[in-house]
């Protein structure tokens, strides 16, 4: 049962780097959590966050190169 709710707390977001077209909102919205590179790219191929930080960042990605999993 504390496994299963540990779980629960975290998610991941990963980058699809093919779709990506460096809109630059995930660093804007990550409050940090996303650094970009001097392209405009997210440095990080994925992040780790609470479910409902990774869902709005998941939405907002303009290019749909964002992915919601949780951990397995
Ligand atoms: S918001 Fe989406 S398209 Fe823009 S840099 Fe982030 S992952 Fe790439």
Redesign the pocket.
Known sequence: MRRARREAEVAEVI??RV?????????V?SDGA?E?DEF???IQSRLTLPPEEARVLVE???????LFRRPT
């Open positions: 980058v699809d779709a990506c077209t460096a809109h630059g909102v995930c660093a919205m996303v970009l405009g790219y997210p907002a990605c303009p290019a749909r190169a964002l």
